[in-house]
C-alpha cells in the first residue's frame, strides 16, 4: 500500500483553502438555494437509505474528498485489503475479515493458500454444533439439554458477539446467553449465582488465549462447575475459539471442542468467526448465516461502487472532513432502536482501537488528528440526556443517526413516536431556532419585553450541527450485517487517508505489562519503586 501523507497532497491544500472559504456555511441556506440538495447527498442501496444531505458540505467538498482518497491510494489499498495481503504489517498478517462472510466458491489467499475451505469447515462445526445445543441432541453431563450459555471473553471476543446478540434479541431463541468480560470478580459472581452448572455451556474465546482476564474467568468458572460436576464432565460442558490450540489443549479443553480462528482475523472484527459461536446459539445458524450474508453484500458495494455512490466511502470521507478541517474530535453514533444499545460501545473498540495511532505507516509521527472519539447511545434516551450539549453546547459533534421504517413488534403507535424524533432531531440540528423565532414564540405567550429579553439568549439555537442518517427497513440479521460492514470498511478508508496501520493495536500493551508488575507487588505486598502518586496510593490500597 501507497505510503501517502495526507497533508502533502493537493487536495488537502485545496481542502484546506476550501475549508477557509466555506467556513461559514449555513445549511439552511443550502437547502434553501440548492432544491437538489437531498438528492444529491443521498444514497439508496438495497434496504438502506443514507442520507448526508445534513452535512457541512457542498458538492465541490465532496469531490475534493474523493480527489484526496484517489490521491492516498484508496482504490489500491481496497484491492490490497479483500486481496489478503499483509496490511498489518506491524504484525506481519492479512486483514481477512471479509473472507469469513465470502460464499463457498469464492478464492482468497493468505500466504497462497486458498483458506475458503477451512472457513466453510469451521462454520459446518458452528452450525452442527449450534443445532445439537439447540435442539437439545447435545446434553449435559446429567443428560439434560443445555439451558444457559456463557461466553468467556474480551475485547473483541465480547463485544462483537454481545453487541449482536443484543441487537438480535427479537430473533432468539429459548438459550439464555450471557457474557463474563470483565476480570471484576464481582462481574464473574453476579454471571454464574444463579446458573445451573448441570444446563450451562461455556465457550472461552480468546484468539490469544493469554488474556489475563478471559483465562481467570475461564479458570474461576471451571473451579465452581467442578465443585458441583465430576472431571470428566468438563469436556461436556466447556468449549474454546481461540487461534492458540496448544494453550486450549493444556487448559484441559477436548481438541474436538477447539472452534479455530486465524491470525488473519483482528479480535475486533471477529465476530463473523467461530468468535460468534455464541450467536449461533442465541439466534440459530440460519441467522448468523444471514449476518454474514448482510455483510458480504456491503463488501461487494464497498469494492464495487465508485466513490461518489459508495456509502463506506462517503461516511468515511466525512469524518476526515471533519477530524482534520473543522477539528472535531468526536462523532456521536444514535440508533434509534433499543436493540442496538451497544452498537457505540462495539464502534468504540472497533474505530478507537484501530485508528487511535500517533504514528504513520512511516513510524513518524503525525502532525495531524487520526482517530476520532466515538460515543453515543440510543435514541430516544440520549435525547433526554447529552444532546443539550450538541444542540446548544460548544463543540462540534458530528451526529449518525441510524433508524429502521418498520418496528420488529409492529408497535406502530410507538413507532410513528419514536421516529418522529428521529426525525425531528436531525431537522432541529439543521435549523436551529433563530432569535426571531423565539422573540415571535415568547411574545404569543404574552410574555413582557423585558421577560423576553432577558431569556432571549438562552432559547436561541444556532443550528447548523451535522448529522448524518441511516435509514434501513427493518433490523433483520442481515441488515445488521451490513451495518457493521460499514462501518467496518468506514475503519479501513479513515486508515488509509491517515496513513496509519488500522490493525494493530500496540497501545494496549502498556498498561497490561505494568498491572502485571503491580500485581506482583500486591501479591508480595511489597511496593517498589513508582512515581509518588501511585505508590502512595499502592501503600493506602494495602494498608
Ligand atoms: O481474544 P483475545 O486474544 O483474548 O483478546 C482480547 C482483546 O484483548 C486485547 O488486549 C486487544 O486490545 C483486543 O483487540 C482483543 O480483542
Do not use: C
Not at 484517489?70 to 499483509?86: C, D, N, R
Not at 489475563?212 to 469436556?235: G, Y
Request: hydrophobic share 35%; glycine share 6%; aromatic share 10%.
Amino acid at each position: 500500500m501507497k505510503h501517502t501523507n495526507p497533508t502533502r497532497t493537493e487536495a488537502w491544500k485545496k481542502l484546506e483553502e476550501h475549508y477557509t472559504a466555506l467556513r461559514e456555511l449555513g445549511l439552511k441556506e443550502e437547502f434553501r438555494n440548492d432544491p437538489e440538495r437531498a438528492e444529491a447527498f443521498t444514497l439508496e442501496w438495497e434496504d438502506f437509505y443514507v442520507d448526508f444531505s445534513k452535512n457541512l458540505i457542498t458538492r465541490e467538498t465532496q469531490s475534493l474528498l474523493q480527489e484526496l482518497a484517489s490521491e492516498t491510494g484508496l482504490k489500491e489499498a481496497i484491492g490490497s485489503y479483500f486481496g489478503g495481503e499483509q496490511i498489518n504489517r506491524t504484525e506481519g498478517r492479512a486483514v481477512l475479515h471479509t473472507a469469513l462472510r465470502e460464499t463457498k466458491d469464492a478464492h482468497v489467499e493468505v500466504d497462497g493458500e486458498n483458506v475458503t475451505s477451512e472457513v466453510f469447515e469451521v462454520k459446518e462445526k458452528i452450525k452442527t454444533f449450534s443445532n445439537d445445543v439447540i435442539e437439545g441432541s447435545k446434553k449435559g453431563y446429567t443428560g439434560k439439554a443445555f439451558t444457559d450459555v456463557v461466553n468467556i471473553g474480551i475485547g473483541g471476543s465480547d463485544l462483537g458477539p454481545v453487541m449482536v446478540t443484543e441487537a438480535l434479541e427479537y430473533y432468539k431463541n429459548h438459550l439464555k446467553v450471557h457474557f463474563v468480560s470483565n476480570v471484576d470478580g464481582d462481574h464473574v459472581q453476579e454471571v454464574i449465582k444463579d446458573l445451573n452448572p448441570e444446563t450451562t455451556l461455556f465457550i472461552i474465546v480468546s484468539k490469544s488465549f493469554s488474556t489475563q482476564e478471559t483465562l481467570s474467568n475461564s479458570t474461576t468458572i471451571r473451579s465452581w462447575f467442578r465443585k458441583k460436576a465430576p472431571a470428566e464432565s468438563v469436556a461436556k460442558h466447556f468449549v474454546a475459539v481461540s487461534s492458540n490450540v496448544p494453550a486450549v489443549e493444556e487448559f484441559g479443553i477436548e481438541t474436538e471442542n477447539i472452534f479455530p480462528m486465524w491470525d488473519w482475523v483482528g479480535g475486533r472484527f471477529s465476530l463473523w468467526s467461530a468468535v460468534g459461536l455464541s450467536i449461533s446459539l442465541s439466534v440459530g445458524y440460519d441467522n448468523f448465516e444471514s449476518l454474514l450474508t448482510g455483510a458480504r453484500k456491503m463488501d461487494e458495494h464497498f469494492r464495487e461502487t465508485p466513490f461518489k455512490e459508495n456509502i463506506p466511502v462517503q461516511l468515511a470521507l466525512l469524518t476526515v472532513w471533519y477530524n482534520n478541517f473543522f477539528k472535531a474530535e468526536t462523532q456521536a453514533i444514535i440508533p434509534y432502536t433499543q436493540y442496538l444499545h451497544r452498537f457505540p460501545a462495539y464502534l468504540q473498540q472497533a474505530i478507537m482501537e484501530s485508528n487511535g495511532k500517533g504514528v504513520d505507516r512511516d513510524g513518524n509521527k503525525v502532525d495531524y488528528q487520526t482517530g476520532n472519539i466515538v460515543w453515543g447511545e440510543p435514541g430516544t434516551n440520549s435525547q433526554h440526556a447529552f444532546f443539550q450539549l450538541i444542540h446548544q453546547g460548544t463543540k462540534l459533534i458530528p451526529a449518525d443517526f441510524i433508524g429502521f421504517k418498520r418496528s420488529l413488534h409492529n408497535e406502530k403507535d410507538h413507532h410513528n413516536k419514536l421516529m418522529a424524533n428521529f426525525f425531528a432531531q436531525t431537522e432541529a440540528l439543521l435549523a436551529g431556532k433563530s432569535s426571531n423565532e423565539v422573540r415571535q414564540e415568547l411574545e404569543s405567550k404574552k410574555m413582557s419585553e423585558q421577560e423576553i429579553e432577558k431569556l432571549l439568549p438562552f432559547k436561541v439555537f444556532e443550528g447548523n450541527k451535522p448529522t448524518t442518517t441511516i435509514l434501513i427497513n427493518e433490523l433483520t440479521p442481515e441488515s445488521l450485517g451490513k451495518l457493521i460492514a460499514l462501518y467496518e470498511h468506514q475503519i479501513f478508508v479513515q486508515g488509509v487517508i491517515w496513513n496509519v496501520y488500522s490493525y494493530d493495536q500496540w497501545g494496549v500493551e502498556l498498561g497490561k505489562q505494568l498491572a502485571s508488575k503491580i500485581l506482583n507487588e500486591i501479591e508480595e505486598n511489597d511496593v517498589q519503586e513508582h512515581d509518588s502518586s501511585t505508590k502512595k496510593m499502592l501503600k493506602f490500597f494495602l494498608k
